[in-house]
């Protein structure tokens, strides 16, 4: 069983729609879950993180953790073709990253 | 200031053959990690250094090595190339390594650079 679950889609959205990802994860012990972008031929770039449970939001973009049922959730309102990336789920445990696949978002004008 | 550069940015093997992929982390990060990304996937994490040390290591195979030299640039060496080594390889480095004992902050935080794309034919 993978560490980290992600639906890769793609998705496809209007410019303005809110996206919604989701990611489930195995491992209870984890504690830090993070949002990556990675546009296309680039590095991931970190978005936002949150520790334990709970909301937090930044700008557009609203990060969701329910430790309750292994479930990750990222939110992007009002999109716009800029936002058009793979979004990459992620847990962090000691050394090292645990990645979900990635879901493919276009956000189209 | 540089963010992470890696090169090659592109190169094309043959199996069997050797490669060696080059990062250099940003000014003052003591961390480089490691990450293998297939084409559709998520990245999967391969070797951590930090301060020359090797922290962790993830589930590839032998022919996979790496190290840090002391001004925290990283080489990571693939032997014996197979087709199934073809991806994007991410060089990530960081201040300091991961732990929860950093104040729930992310002073571990890790900043990829663009990668070395590597086709093995």
């Known amino acids: 069983q993978k560490e980290v679950e992600q639906d890769p889609g793609p998705l496809s959205v209007p410019e303005g729609a809110i996206v919604s990802l989701n990611c489930t994860y195995s491992n209870s012990a984890f504690q830090y879950f993070m949002w990556y972008r990675q546009y296309s031929r680039k590095g991931p770039e970190l978005l936002m993180y949150t520790y334990s449970s709970g909301n937090k939001e930044d700008g557009r973009f609203t990060a969701q953790v329910d430790k309750s049922s292994k479930y990750i959730s990222l939110f992007i309102r009002d999109s716009q073709p800029s936002d058009s990336a793979t979004y990459l789920c992620?847990?962090?445990?000691?050394?090292?990253?645990?990645f979900g696949a990635g879901t493919t978002v276009t956000v189209r004008a | 200031d540089a963010g992470v550069t890696q090169s090659p940015t592109h190169l094309i093997k043959t199996r069997g053959q050797q490669v060696t992929l080059r990062c250099s982390p940003i000014s003052g990060h003591k961390s480089v990690s490691w990450y293998q990304q297939v084409l559709g996937q998520g990245p999967q994490f391969i070797f951590q250094?930090?301060?020359?040390?090797?922290?962790g290591r993830g589930n590839f195979p032998d022919r996979f090595s790496a190290r840090q030299f002391p001004n925290y640039s990283s080489e990571l060496n693939v032997n014996a190339l197979l087709l199934g080594d073809s991806a994007l390889y991410l060089c990530?480095?960081?201040?300091?390594?991961?732990?929860?004992?950093?104040?729930?902050?992310?002073?571990?935080?890790?900043?990829f650079g663009e990668g070395s794309r590597l086709t093995v034919l």
């Open positions: 992620a847990t962090a445990n000691d050394y090292k990253l645990s």
């Open positions: 250094y930090y301060e020359k040390e090797e922290r």
């Open positions: 990530a480095s960081s201040f300091s390594v991961w732990t929860d004992s950093i104040s729930r902050t992310l002073s571990g935080e890790l900043f």
